[in-house]
């Protein structure tokens, strides 16, 4: 299985302590070695980074540790190949384009004879479920809405369309369209919101402390989503089974 990392914020925030106890997991301190990506958001703008090598032992993954990207967006996926062979076109997330918006998609579960129907405009490039449900998502979503929705509409359609893809088996994903970022559990996820008055963290993965107080100004907000808590000392708290949570500006507003 896999694990999501995602970020929503209320200000562009470093994603640096996050991501480098996250990468651990991808072959240090965990078996998740078959590849790894995270994308940012800019705006409408989108910066994507795959590899097919495990993030533990990427030069990618060295490199944005190194050189911190800012953003209110962000999702990251370290993979274990269960359903679709190790290459660079099965890692996450996925991105697609819709309404003139950059869609991200990452996915942790097994979705065993998935094989649903897709039209002309969005089809998989690899060969993993994952890839598959999500470009059905977008093509039901497209089919459901002449044009870009609310934030909440897009929660309500979500809601109809996951329980036509879980009888297949696990489904957590993570999905933003750089104004919002959806979370769905169907077996573990886990999220927090770090904002004012601020609080030290320790990562589990490795031996880092940040003391969040002394980094940010009190306008500042993040939620962090995460399938296994990331830290010792923060006060995670688990998604139930078949929730779908909505952030914006790192609120869980739905």
Not at 39 to 47: P, V, Y
Not at 67 to 84: C, D, E, F, M
Not at 114 to 132: I, K, N, Q
Not at 205 to 225: L, Y
Request: charged share 20%; aromatic share 12%; with cysteine.
């Amino acid at each position: 299985m896999c694990q999501l990392l995602g970020l929503n914020c209320a200000t562009p925030t470093d994603a640096t302590f996050s991501f480098t106890g996250f990468r651990e997991r991808g072959g240090h301190t965990d078996h998740h070695a078959d590849g790894w990506g995270i994308a940012f958001f800019e705006g409408k703008g989108l910066r994507l980074f795959l590899d097919h090598q495990s993030a533990a032992e990427s030069p990618m993954a060295q490199f944005l540790q190194a050189y911190p990207l800012k953003s209110r967006n962000i999702i990251a996926h370290v993979r274990k190949a269960t359903i679709g062979e190790v290459a660079l076109e099965n890692a996450h997330p996925f991105v697609r384009e819709l309404w003139g918006r950059q869609w991200v998609f990452a996915h942790n579960g097994d979705l065993k004879d998935y094989e649903p129907h897709l039209h002309a405009h969005f089809r998989p490039v690899g060969t993993t479920d994952s890839e598959r449900a999500f470009c059905w998502l977008m093509q039901e979503l497209h089919k459901s809405h002449a044009a870009l929705p609310s934030v909440h509409e897009l929660g309500h359609t979500l809601r109809e369309l996951i329980p036509q893809v879980t009888p297949y088996g696990s489904f957590n994903f993570l999905l933003s369209n750089g104004e919002a970022l959806w979370a769905h559990c169907s077996t573990h996820l886990h999220w927090l919101v770090r904002q004012h008055p601020f609080q030290q963290a320790t990562l589990k993965d490795c031996d880092w402390t940040v003391d969040f107080a002394s980094v940010n100004q009190p306008g500042d907000r993040a939620a962090v989503i995460v399938t296994t808590p990331l830290t010792s000392d923060e006060a995670w708290t688990a998604f139930a089974p078949g929730e779908l949570k909505v952030f914006v500006d790192g609120v869980a507003i739905e």
